[in-house]
């Protein structure tokens, strides 16, 4: 089991990964939620989190969002470890076990926090776009100053959601960066 000196401090909150059975981690963090609260354990377990990055693509014209979990099958918990914490966590329904050697959890580092905590803001304020098309295909433009003109694909720029094309403006060929939702391939 674990054991913790008598006189806690707020030193002592660290970060944890518990394991869970695959596609659960959304419902472990619920019940874990509502068994700290029912348990009185505000004041040991601080945060509970399942770390997601969110994808846009879009196809066919259309957008579509959707989210993938970081670390399937792993929820992150911010504690401080003693008996009684550990039991709240290790028997909440769903929960396999925390990663570690044996049954001493090993916390995460600081780095590694400051790393997967950074990953997640950076998620939620700009999630990853999936652009399919690559040099070379031929895209129309659907909205926006060139709308209605036809080029071939220069260079698509995942990270900016944008794709550089040619088209032709006044008997010119112009190398044109627009939005990927403004675009349809052919």
Known sequence: M?????????LDRR???IQTYSGYENKVMANLEQR???MGMEDRIFNVLVPVEEKVSVKEGKTKRTKRKVFPSYVLVEMILDDQSWYVVRHTPGVTGFVGAGNH???LSEREVNEILGKVQQEQAKPKIEIDVRPGDTVR???????GQVG???????DKGKVKFSVTVFGRETVVETDYAELEKL
């Open 152 to 158: 071939p694909v220069v260079e698509v720029l995942h």
């Open 15 to 17: 970060w944890y990964i």
């Open 105 to 107: 959890p090993i916390p």
């Open 141 to 147: 433009v659907k909205s926006g100053p060139f709308e």
């Open 2 to 10: 674990v054991l913790q000196k008598a006189g806690v401090n707020s």
């Open 36 to 38: 700290i609260a029912t």
